[in-house]
């Protein structure tokens, strides 16, 4: 479990770390001469769109008559059309001193770059930029070009890597929290997975089904140096005959989640005008529930006799339940959520009083 937690907090690390590409790489300027060529062609289309705006009003109002109305919109036509032709030239002028200064060592393409979370970029000084190889940390995927990234990322069906941590604590009826068996911060539950998440509708991305398989831990520590005995169908908390330094339960179960995915990221055009949809760009927001199997339970007591430090491993039911069920949701903002899970069945199989499991965290959908 220490080596899950530790590599989980590697890569969340990794995840978190963000880098930006130079912008005086060969590639990030010249994605600003296109995004200039982009707007100057925009601009120019809009004024030439409120112009023929005008003319066709005095039409209307007979200030003018049909044929100067059409010799008026090929003057505007023409003029937007030198506008741009000009504006452009200017730009291309630029781009081509970026190449020549490319061919001369001037400028470097970035062989190694950072993206939004930790993307590596690898290319020679020949390739373009729809030709490198795109190694996703993040989510662990190879994209080679863009192409190939826009065509997977699009599909109906993606699939995600999960991880959630957070608080994990039983309701117990006539009981709150402040009076609560388990420290409140002491109990933990940790989940990760593979999910799939398949858009219901061909062409609206607003439904989603997400499914997959957890491996989910639920830890308890109980308060007053207290310990778990089996005490034939009953399992009960007894004090401990010494202080025990660490006194904690786990339960691991396998379970099969299903959630309802409402996802708002917005659809996109590409370049050819054609539209394609992403997920986990936006908010998002699951509801739905798991069930599964119990795989093990163990109870570990730490605790020291004469300078000498035990840790004790009991192994066991405990009279746990052998199945689990309950409700699961989460709310958030592309690939982080706030997530909350209810086991619907008692952890203890025969126990007077019924206690389910709750937990509440975060959790990281990595696309």
Do not use: C
């Amino acid at each position: 479990m220490q080596k899950i937690i530790f590599y989980a907090g590697i890569f969340l690390l990794t995840l978190i770390s963000k880098g930006m590409a130079q912008e005086n790489s060969f590639e990030g300027r010249a994605k600003l001469i296109s995004k200039r060529i982009d707007s100057i062609v925009k601009a120019e289309k809009e004024a030439l769109k409120e112009q023929v705006y005008v003319i066709d009003k005095n039409l209307e109002d007979g200030i003018i008559n049909k044929s100067e109305a059409m010799n008026l919109k090929q003057k505007a036509a023409d003029e937007s059309a030198k506008a741009i032709e000009e504006k452009v030239s200017l730009e291309q002028q630029k781009l081509e001193i970026l190449i020549q200064d490319k061919i001369n060592g001037l400028v470097q393409y970035d062989t190694v770059k950072k993206r939004s979370g930790t993307t590596i970029i690898i290319g020679s000084s020949s390739d373009s930029i729809s030709d490198v190889t795109e190694i996703n940390l993040g989510s662990f995927k190879i994209y080679n070009g863009e192409k190939e990234k826009i065509r997977r990322k699009s599909k109906r069906t993606t699939s995600q890597f999960v991880f959630a941590g957070g608080l994990n604590n039983l309701i117990t009826e006539g009981e709150d929290f402040e009076n609560s068996d388990f420290r409140v911060w002491g109990s933990h539950f940790y989940e990760w997975g593979l999910t799939y998440n398949t858009r219901i509708f061909q062409n609206n991305n607003l439904l989603h089904t997400k499914y997959g398989f957890s491996v989910m831990y639920n830890n308890l520590r109980p308060t007053e140096n207290r310990y778990f005995v089996k005490n034939g169908a009953q399992t009960e908390l007894q004090t401990g005959a010494v202080d025990f330094n660490e006194s904690r339960i786990r339960n691991v179960y396998l379970v099969a989640p299903l959630h309802l995915e409402f996802d708002f990221t917005p659809k996109k055009t590409n370049k050819e005008g054609n539209t394609y949809f992403r997920t986990h760009e936006s908010l998002r927001l699951g509801v739905g529930g798991y069930g599964g199997v119990r795989i093990k339970t163990k109870q570990i007591l730490k605790y020291e006799i004469d300078d000498t430090k035990i840790k004790d491993k009991q192994k066991g039911d405990f009279n746990m339940s052998n199945y689990i069920y309950g409700l699961s949701a989460y709310i958030g903002y592309r690939q982080t959520s706030i997530y909350v899970k209810y086991d619907l069945n008692p952890v203890f199989k025969n126990n007077a009083v019924d206690q389910n499991n709750i937990s509440l965290g975060v959790r990281f959908d990595f696309n």
